[in-house]
């Protein structure tokens, strides 16, 4: 049943709001600015312990790790980083018993993470999950974990899940800074934070005319640039593959530090730029990028807190706590990906030659 949508896809990224919602739902504890998570299986002793953390997922579960990653950097001054589990598993990794393992998956099903989730196992490392599907394999294999709670998923291109793995990743660094250094008034601050996302992501999607008709003016284009730095990174990176899935547009993601060491020589009238441009402490070094990008008759669509002179239309989004903005700024592109796809008729539930979950190899 799409309750009224065209496509899954549409009634999926709709759902983000109510999503947002049911993974706050009996978390939070205002009491000691922290959230509780149920079955992590990780006493606060053994949380201390921890020196690394290490996530692994695949396509967009992996994108949401490297935003994860960001936020356990952030809130609980861990090390962490994302990669993708198949390369993870195929290089012979040194596992340490100090590393906390973070395993992501939408289906739960996924082959590449859940043998990352065996070998690691089999080496004597803790894993956890952080899963969509009750009961599915990843969720079973790992040792205790959080669930993302999105609901069911159908569309083969993820949104909704996406946005609620990113926010169970906030929940999980929330809960990790405040067992270590995050102050109680930091705390508050992205609880705070937290508690104002469905009511922006509702914004975010009262503005789908205006992103409907950028995608119309965007997308004759063969090829589309996506740029950001730190926090933007992971969300151009996946506002590319969102892109790519849904319309067969041919798209790049790089560090906006990047472009000038090597990729600036793409930039032309026809390979317009989409730039994640947050208002934190690298929004002047952004706007400097945007206007390399100008300098060579590029075109831009940024997506920033507020109106971009440099840019050629800015989607304006709803600003929150610096380390939650990148929860917010991918979702007006899953519309532009949407829009785009459609003007073109492509099948937007089922892109061609993709599966749900990919349980071979
Ligand atoms: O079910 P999973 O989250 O483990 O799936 C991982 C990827 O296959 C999945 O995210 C894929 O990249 C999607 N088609 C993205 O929209």
């Known amino acids: 049943d799409m309750g009224g949508h065209d496509t899954y896809m549409h009634k999926e990224i709709f759902e983000q709001a109510d999503a947002v919602d049911r993974v706050l739902r009996g978390r939070i504890d205002d009491r000691f600015s922290t959230v509780h998570l149920g079955g992590l299986n990780l006493d606060a002793r053994e949380a201390r312990g921890v020196r690394r953390i290490k996530i692994l997922g695949c396509g967009t579960s992996y994108h949401a790790g490297q935003i994860g990653a960001q936020l356990i ?11 993708p589990a198949s390369e993870f598993r195929y ?12 395993a992501v998956s939408q289906s739960g099903e996924t082959y590449d993470v859940l043998a990352a989730v065996q070998e690691l196992k089999r080496k004597g490392a803790r894993v956890l999950g952080v899963v969509n599907v009750v009961g599915s394999a990843i969720a079973r294999e790992a040792d205790g974990g959080t669930y993302v709670h999105a609901g069911p998923e159908v569309c083969v291109v993820s949104t909704k899940c996406f946005t609620n793995t990113v926010v169970a990743f906030a929940l999980l660094a929330l809960h990790l800074g405040r067992i270590r250094d995050l102050s109680v008034a930091d705390g508050k601050r992205i609880i705070d934070g937290l508690r104002r996302l469905p009511e922006q992501i509702s914004e975010i999607l009262a503005g789908e005319d205006e992103i409907k008709r950028l995608a119309a003016e965007y997308a004759e ?4 640039m996506f740029i ?9 990176r996946e506002a590319s593959l969102k892109l790519k899935e849904v319309s067969y547009i041919h798209a790049e993601a790089y560090p906006a530090s990047e472009l000038k060491h090597g990729p600036l020589a793409l930039i032309e009238p026809a390979m317009p730029t989409v730039a994640i441009v947050p208002d934190d402490d690298l929004l002047e070094k952004n706007r400097a990028a945007m206007e390399e990008i100008k300098a060579r008759s590029g075109r831009i669509l940024a997506v920033a807190h507020q109106v971009q002179e440099k840019a050629d239309h800015t989607i304006v989004v709803p600003k929150n706590e610096n380390e939650l903005d990148p929860i917010l700024m991918g979702i007006p592109l899953q519309l532009f990906a949407y829009h785009t796809a459609l003007a073109m008729g492509r099948d937007i539930d089922k892109p061609r030659n993709l599966a749900k979950s990919v349980t071979v190899e």
Not at 73 to 83: G, K, T, V, W, Y
Not at 94 to 102: A, C, H, S
Not at 221 to 224: L, T, W
């Open 73 to 83: 950097e952030e809130l609980a001054r861990i090390p962490a980083d994302a990669e």
């Open 91 to 102: 290089r012979n990794p040194v596992v340490d018993p100090d590393t906390l393992y973070v």
């Open 221 to 224: 284009a063969k090829s589309m």
């Open 228 to 236: 950001g730095r730190v926090r933007g990174y992971p969300v151009a």
